[in-house]
């Protein structure tokens, strides 16, 4: 079974939780082991098992064992008994139906981030703008990877809705491993970390209104990236903006 790669680029991912605090050891685990899956350093089909990982990561197979369930809850990895764990394969026309999903959650969540956003999070979404600005200029994929799973964090957390949040927490992996994966063939990197940027500082302003239109800005650029990468253009409904297909 193959192991982990830790990425060696010096850019190191935050070792802090949402709300500010250290992370538990579970909590570093599932965040290293998110990220090797998004990137593609744990591939589609490939086995690991939770000794290599822990050996690769220095965790506790208990903390690593506990960020494998975690992530065979959203469906990036499969556990297998007696096998070991399957890294989830990834069904190109699926990521058109979680875009649908998407849209509307990732919505409402950034209108009512903007109106319950807390201070201390308005001001780390503008830091996480100023970032997206400085990856678009750099085109630097591994900060852009990052700061998203953070923007994506903050904002399922300063819309203080539980249900909507728990719900996007499904889809944000599978929708940042198809964006790395596609990416460079179909993608403008630059021109969707500036999306992400106006999204974190619309949300930051408190506008709800520009907050929401934002949001649907940076699904409409990734539906139409999907849909050029996949050529399914005919093969699933089009979501459109609230929701109605097209």
């Given amino acids: 079974m193959k192991s982990a790669a830790i990425p060696k680029s010096g850019r190191q991912a935050r070792g802090v939780a949402p709300a500010g605090r250290a992370e538990t050891l ?5 965040r290293q082991l998110e990220e090797q899956i998004v990137t593609l350093q744990l591939e589609p089909g490939e086995f690991v098992s939770e000794y290599a990982l822990a050996k690769t990561l220095k965790i506790g197979r208990t903390p690593i064992r506990e960020a494998l369930q975690r992530l065979a809850r959203e469906g990036l990895v499969k556990i297998l008994p007696r096998k070991g764990i399957l890294v989830s394969d990834t069904d190109p026309r699926k990521q058109l139906l979680v875009l649908e999903a998407r849209r509307e959650l990732e919505r409402l969540l950034c209108r009512v ?8 999070q308005r001001h780390r979404l503008r830091a996480i703008a100023d970032g997206m600005d ?10 852009f990877m990052r700061l998203d799973r953070e923007l994506n964090l ?8 539980e249900y909507a949040s728990g719900a996007m927490r499904f889809l944000h992996g599978h929708s940042r491993r198809f964006w790395y994966m596609h990416y460079k063939q179909a ?3 630059p021109l969707c970390a500036r999306l992400h940027a106006a999204q974190a500082r619309a949300i930051a302003g408190g506008d709800q209104k520009r907050a929401g239109e934002a949001s649907d800005r940076l699904i409409d650029y990734t539906e139409t990236f999907t849909r050029a990468t996949v050529g399914a253009a005919g093969q699933a409904p089009r979501t459109g903006r609230a929701g109605v297909r097209t």
Avoid: K
């Avoid at 579970?26 to 599932?30: D, L, N, P, R, W």
């Avoid at 400085?134 to 900060?143: E, F, G, K, S």
């Avoid at 903050?154 to 809705?161: D, K, T």
């Fill in 26 to 30: 579970t909590e570093q685990a599932y």
């Fill in 113 to 120: 981030g903007a109106q319950r956003a807390s201070e201390e």
């Fill in 134 to 143: 400085r990856a678009a200029r750099t085109n630097d994929d591994i900060t």
């Fill in 154 to 161: 903050l904002i399922s957390e300063a819309g203080h809705n």
């Fill in 187 to 189: 993608a403008d990197l």
